[in-house]
């Protein structure tokens, strides 16, 4: 089991770990509902540096990702990324990535549990192409999330990213010996920034916002406010279960890129109509959260299953994420989820749950 270099700052802050992809992860540091409210109200920190992160090189880099991607890759200059799903032919979703453009290369940034499966798929679909994989090895990844976000990041870096507009990254220099970069990114609701860098375990910067009162988050609460944002998760609400139309978000999705995997059933779906299921948002009339599989049913007709369910300490109710078929429910039903043979009452709610400040 691996562990996070920055596991002796997470001890100091009584973190309590659990293992997740080969790697012992922090799931939370004491009360998630105090988590969950330092990112809603100025700001938080999570260490991401289990997630792998692979450099793509070769004349033909742009052009061989690009027909396997649903963004458009080839529209991205040198301090843009864009994030990205893998689709097989049936337009159902292999996986997700972001993609960092720089001028001599793409850099993917992945979650661990994808790792092989996307160098797999990638090494598939390589056949003669000029362009080679490099994995970065140990990368320090820590992301900001909140209102000040802006504010306390550009505090404790040699550049300011306050700027920098969505999915925009720029370098700084880290130490002497390492750069790194900083980026918008999105998923919480938030303002959010992630910093990177090949070889450093970025804990100067860690403690720097540690001693700004930057709170440390777990995934734990790091779900409960993906949940609350109507964010999906490869895995939970994507998978090769669910087609690209069905769950991804709009702006993953290109359609004016031209051809890549899946790309036929995405235009179909898009002018034809024919996605019967979609991502909708249940407020939840009970006490526990249901669980990712548990049916919804509208009278004794099942209409769709939850992908995620959480306690939201935001709006102070059980909310969950649910693939339910359109044509079959409206924000007037009362609907039923099974929850291990407890039938827990839920009506549509709009997406997201909680607006932040992004």
């Known amino acids: 089991m691996q562990e996070l270099r920055l596991r002796p700052y997470h001890d100091l802050e009584g973190a309590i770990f659990r293992p997740e992809a080969g790697w012992l992860i922090p799931a939370g540091y004491g009360s998630i509902e105090e988590e969950v409210r330092a990112v809603r109200r100025r700001a938080g920190m999570i260490d991401w540096s289990d997630r792998a992160k692979i450099r793509l090189t070769g004349s033909e880099r742009v052009p061989f990702l690009d027909g396997l991607v649903t963004a458009d890759l080839k529209i991205l200059t040198p ?14 979703v292999l996986g997700d990535m972001r993609v960092s453009a720089f001028a001599d290369s793409l850099v993917l940034d992945i979650e661990a549990a994808q790792k092989d499966t996307i160098l797999q798929l990638m090494e598939k679909a390589r056949v003669s192409d000029d362009v080679e994989f490099h994995d970065l090895g140990s990368v320090g990844h820590i992301e900001v999330h909140g209102p000040a976000a802006g504010d306390l990041v550009s505090g404790v870096l040699t550049a300011d990213p306050r700027a920098l507009p969505q999915d925009a990254f720029m370098t700084f220099a880290v130490d002497k010996s390492h750069e ?48 609350e944002a109507g964010t999906p998760r490869f895995g939970m609400e994507m998978g090769e279960d669910t087609l690209a139309l069905e769950v991804a978000p709009d702006f993953a999705l290109s359609f004016t890129k031209g051809c890549y995997v899946g790309q036929e059933i995405v235009a179909r779906g898009t002018y034809v109509g024919q996605v019967r299921r979609k991502l909708f948002g249940l407020r939840v009339d009970a006490d526990v959260p249901p669980v990712h599989g548990d049916k919804v049913s509208k009278v004794t007709r099942e209409v769709g299953k939850v992908t995620s369910g959480t306690w939201s300490p935001t709006t102070g109710w059980v909310i969950a994420l649910a693939l339910l078929r359109v044509d079959e429910v409206s924000s007037k039903d009362t609907l039923f989820i099974d929850r291990g043979g407890w039938d827990l009452r839920a009506q549509i709610h709009p997406l997201p749950f909680v607006r932040g400040s992004a």
């Open 79 to 92: 301090g843009m990324s864009a994030y990205a799903l893998l689709l097989n032919e049936k337009s159902r």
């Open 180 to 227: 790194g970069q900083v980026g918008r990114v999105r998923g919480l609701g938030e303002l959010g920034f992630a910093i990177w860098s090949p070889g450093s375990s970025l804990s100067e910067l860690w403690d720097a916002l540690s001693r700004r009162d930057v709170t440390p988050i777990g995934r734990d609460s790091f779900e409960i406010l993906r949940i």
